[in-house]
């Protein structure tokens, strides 16, 4: 009898426990299984559906043309599949959001589940009563103490063989149409293992001048590997190797924030939907027909501050947002706006091609103050100040082309009679600044 793999965000097949522990069984068929039942409005977003339809393309062909799809509940499908094949093991990768532990739990008597998905596994990372690590400072010391990861290992030698039947790709509809709102991805990106791997030899050469460079949005600086590590095309372990000879140590404290949001999700599974402090419910967000304009104007980089106009433009076009836009556009939205930190992450959930649940939720709630693992809600960045400082005026005339004609001194913060066809601001710096500390003032009581 044939061993199933059921791939789940791991599409590879370096450095792949479960598939490794699958070939070693026999011969293998390998199963994905779309699922958008079972995480409810974490259901795949748009811009990931983009990206899934091209990796699994790849991995397909990468394996023969024998990987079967099906579409359903994962932990009633995969049980099916197993029966019609009459599996004499089931392997696949564990994961750690709440909906996908649910799966694992419906199948923990049926599936062999492998470490694969973070640098160490998250339960080997925590306080020495065993509970998560609430800030990122002493996870990243408990952390350091598991390292190096173990190593990764190289492919399997696998046979896979053909399976039940299963549905065609291009029937899952996972491609935009009417309008396709995705013409920009396939210029910036290549979903797949093949296009993973590429990526991270590329950003072996950089990784160097990462610390210098990663906080200004002009340059390519950052290794935008978050897409692929997401759907797991290359392996965080696989990561660090090629990286730590390199020299790449800051670079690796910032992968390790993928991994404490893997323990934060554990620590807080509504992470994504419930304020990690309890206080901050009673925060008075904006809602009504002026917050609805608002929020719209946001999502299309139409609030008259250049830097978040640029980076939410850029999300639209690329899929991606440097992180530092990130920041100020979440920000802008929850002290500028005064909106939830909910909406803006949905927006997000969305739109970017790295959607990812716990980096998502965690990095959302910090900028918010909401969160465990936060800054404080007064904290409120000045757009204009950001911008000027990390030296974003060519970010700018890249991705808001009205205003490309202006220069450093002006670019950042327009003057009325400057803007021509760009947008006036939404609200000013200091109004709005006074809005969110009244607005704090509340929670306070
Ligand atoms: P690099 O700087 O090259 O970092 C390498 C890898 O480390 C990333 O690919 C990512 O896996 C990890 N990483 C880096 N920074 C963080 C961080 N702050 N939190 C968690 N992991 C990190 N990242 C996502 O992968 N998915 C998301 O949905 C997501 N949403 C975000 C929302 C907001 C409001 C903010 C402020 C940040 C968000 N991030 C998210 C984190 C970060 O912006 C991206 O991981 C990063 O910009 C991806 O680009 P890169 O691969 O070039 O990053």
Same mark, same amino acid.
């Given at each position: ?73 994962? @932990? ?65 010391? @408990? ?103 390199? %020299? %790449? ?39 009504? @027909? ?156």
């Amino acid at each position: 009898a044939p061993a199933l793999l059921w791939f789940r965000r791991d599409l590879r097949i370096a450095d792949h426990h479960a598939l490794t522990a699958a070939a070693a069984a026999g011969r293998v068929v390998p199963l994905f299984v779309l699922d958008d039942d079972t995480p409810g409005e974490f259901r795949i977003g748009g811009a990931q559906r983009w990206w899934l339809h091209h990796s699994l393309a790849a991995l397909n062909e990468s394996i023969g043309g024998k990987l079967v799809l099906r579409r359903g509940r994962a @932990a009633d499908v995969v049980r099916a599949v197993a029966q019609e094949i009459g599996a004499a093991e089931v392997h696949a990768t564990a994961l750690y959001e709440p909906w996908e532990r649910e799966t694992e739990a419906a199948l923990a008597d049926l599936v062999t589940f492998h470490d694969g998905d973070t640098l160490v596994p998250p339960d080997r990372v925590t306080t020495q009563g065993g509970s998560p690590f609430k800030v990122y400072g002493a996870f990243w010391r @408990a952390l350091t103490e598991q390292l190096p990861p173990e190593q990764a290992l190289p492919a399997p030698d696998v046979q896979f063989v053909a399976g039940p039947g299963g549905d065609k790709l291009a029937n899952w509809n996972l491609l935009p149409t009417k309008p396709d709102w995705a013409t920009g991805f396939g210029k910036e990106w290549t979903p797949g293992e093949a296009g993973a791997l590429e990526r991270l030899d590329e950003f072996v050469t950089e990784v160097a001048a990462y610390e210098r460079r990663r906080d200004r949005p002009s340059e390519e600086g950052t290794s935008r590997l978050s897409p692929h590590l997401h759907w797991g095309e290359v392996s965080p372990r696989q990561v660090w190797d090629a990286l730590h000879p390199r %020299g %790449g140590s800051k670079f690796l404290k910032e992968l390790a924030w993928r991994d404490f949001a893997r323990s934060a999700m554990l620590a807080q599974p509504d992470i994504g939907w419930s304020n990690g402090r309890a206080a901050m419910d009673r925060l008075p967000w904006r809602t009504g @027909a002026d917050a609805e304009a608002d929020f719209a104007a946001w999502t299309k980089g139409r609030t008259g501050y250049p830097i978040v106009d640029a980076g939410m433009r850029q999300l639209w076009a690329t899929g991606w947002m440097h992180n530092r836009g990130r920041m100020i556009a979440a920000s802008f939205l929850t002290k500028h706006l005064l909106i939830d930190w909910r909406r803006g992450a949905a927006w997000f959930w969305d739109t970017l091609i790295d959607a990812d649940y716990g980096n998502n939720s965690l990095n959302w709630q910090w900028i918010a103050g909401t969160g465990t693992a936060s800054q404080m809600f007064n904290r409120i960045m000045a757009p204009l100040a950001q911008s000027e400082k990390f030296d974003a005026g060519d970010y700018i005339r890249e991705w808001v082309p009205e205003l490309a004609g202006l220069d450093d001194d002006m670019i950042h913060d327009p003057a009325d009679d400057r803007r021509g066809a760009y947008p006036p601001r939404l609200i000013g710096h200091r109004e709005a600044r006074d809005r969110a500390l009244s607005a704090l003032a509340k929670v306070r009581g």
